[in-house]
C-alpha cells in the first residue's frame, strides 16, 4: 500500500520539472529560427527566399558564399578586425589591471575619488561624447588610421574593465604580496609575477566580453575610418544595403563570415566564461 500510494505523489512532483524543461525546449526553438533563417537563406536564390523563406533549400549552393568572399575583400577586413580587436583588447587588460591594483590596495580618499571617476565612464553613454571624441580624433590626425579606433576603444571599456579588475584584487590576500616582498620582489615585479596571474578568470571574462563588443561594433569603424581598405566586416556588409531595395541572399553569406570567427571564438572561451561568471559570483 505504501509503494502505491508514493507513486502518484513521486509523479506529481516531477511534473513541474517537466513542464520548465518542455517551455525552454520550446524557447530554444524560437530562439533557434532567425539562426536557421538565416543559414538556410544563404543557400537560396532570390525568388526561393522570397516565395519559400523558411522552407529547407532545395540544394547546397556555395557560389553565394564565394560571390560575398570576393566582394568583400574577406581577408583584408578579416585581417583588421582581428588587428583591430586584439591589440584593443591588450591595452584595455594591461591599463585596467595596472590602474585597478593601486585602487583595490590604497584605501586613500584621493584613490576612493578617481575610481568613482573612473566609474562615471560606465554610467555616460560614449554616444553622448562622439563629436567631442571626433574633434579629438581629429586633431591628432588619426583620422581614417587604426590606430585612432584602438584608443577610442582602449578608454571606453577600460572602466569596465578597471572595476572588474578592482573586485578581483581585493579578494586576493595581501599576505601573498607581503611574502614575495619579504624575498626582495619590489612592487613591480610582485604585480606581474604573484598577483596578475590570479586574475585569470577575470581576465578571460574581460577578454571575452570586450572582443565580443568590439568585434560587433559598428559607430567607430564608420566614423573614424573612411579608406574601404581600412575597414572591418561589418562596414562591408552595410555597403551592400540598397538605397531602395536590398538583396538579402547576397546580404545574408557575409553576416554569416562577420560572426563567424566570434562564434568560434565564443565556443572555444565558452568554459573560461563559466569559470569567470561563477569566480565573480562566488568571491564578489
Known amino acids: 500500500m ?44 532570390p525568388a526561393e527566399a522570397s516565395v519559400h523563406p523558411l522552407r529547407f533549400p532545395t540544394g547546397l549552393n556555395f557560389d553565394q558564399y ?7 575583400n574577406y581577408l583584408n577586413v578579416l585581417k583588421n578586425n ?26 586613500h580618499a584621493v584613490n576612493r575619488f578617481i575610481f568613482v571617476l573612473i566609474l562615471s565612464g560606465i554610467m555616460v553613454p560614449y554616444q553622448m561624447a562622439i563629436i567631442p571624441l571626433f574633434k579629438l580624433i ?87 575610418l573612411q579608406s574601404r581598405d581600412k575597414g572591418t566586416i561589418l562596414l562591408e556588409v552595410y555597403r551592400n544595403v540598397g538605397q531602395f531595395s536590398t538583396d538579402w541572399t547576397k546580404m545574408f553569406p557575409m553576416m554569416v563570415l562577420g560572426i563567424l570567427p566570434m562564434l568560434l571564438f565564443y565556443l572555444v572561451m565558452q568554459k573560461h566564461i563559466i569559470k569567470g561568471i561563477a569566480s565573480g559570483s562566488i568571491k564578489g
Open 2 to 45: 505504501t509503494n502505491v500510494s508514493a507513486t502518484p505523489k513521486r509523479s506529481s512532483s516531477r511534473l513541474p520539472g517537466m513542464l520548465f524543461e518542455a517551455c525552454m525546449l520550446v524557447l530554444a526553438a524560437l530562439v533557434a529560427v532567425p539562426f536557421y533563417y538565416l543559414f538556410a537563406t544563404t543557400f537560396k536564390s
Open 66 to 72: 564565394a560571390e560575398a568572399w570576393n566582394a568583400m
Open 82 to 107: 582581428l588587428v583591430i580587436t586584439v591589440v584593443s583588447v591588450l591595452l584595455v587588460v594591461l591599463v585596467s589591471a595596472m590602474a585597478a591594483y593601486p585602487l583595490a590596495r590604497r584605501r
Open 138 to 224: 581629429k586633431s591628432l590626425h588619426l583620422i581614417d588610421n587604426q590606430i585612432g579606433v584602438i584608443l577610442i576603444y582602449t578608454f571606453v571599456f577600460m572602466p569596465l574593465a578597471t572595476f572588474i579588475f578592482n573586485g578581483f584584487i581585493r579578494t586576493i590576500p595581501v599576505e601573498l604580496e607581503e611574502a614575495a616582498k619579504i624575498d626582495g620582489c619590489g612592487t613591480w615585479r610582485t604585480y606581474w609575477q604573484i598577483t596578475f596571474p590570479l586574475l585569470r578568470p577575470a581576465t578571460a571574462t574581460i577578454v571575452i566580453l570586450t572582443s565580443l563588443n568590439i568585434w560587433n561594433d559598428f559607430i567607430f569603424p564608420l566614423l573614424f
